[in-house]
């Protein structure tokens, strides 16, 4: 749940990669934020941050998750206030085959 729209929500996922070579999450989408953006929780001299991630690697064979202390999708601008900790809208998905991955 969010208060209002005017503060961020989180995004956490399970991505599996059944294929045989690596691929690479280069970003998420969502009708629900006008900017959704990957992020990973850096801590340093005991100090966190979460800067902004390019793209997240997810090895051939290997499932990567998005969850607290680690990557994780942040949705800024909220377009609606989001409730309780229900599922995103199908549209909210991470981006899937070549628009959202890069094989290598």
Known sequence: ATIGTAR????YVTIQNNGSTDD??????TRVAGMPMLH????KDGVASMPHADAI????GKTVSLAPGGYHGMLMNL????K???KLPRDAAVREGRRGFDRH
């Open 8 to 11: 961020p929500a989180v995004f």
């Open 24 to 29: 690479r999450l280069t970003g998420i989408e």
């Open 40 to 43: 990973e929780t850096v801590t």
């Open 57 to 60: 690697d997810i090895p051939a």
């Open 79 to 82: 377009e609606a206030e989001l």
């Open 84 to 86: 309780g900790r229900g």
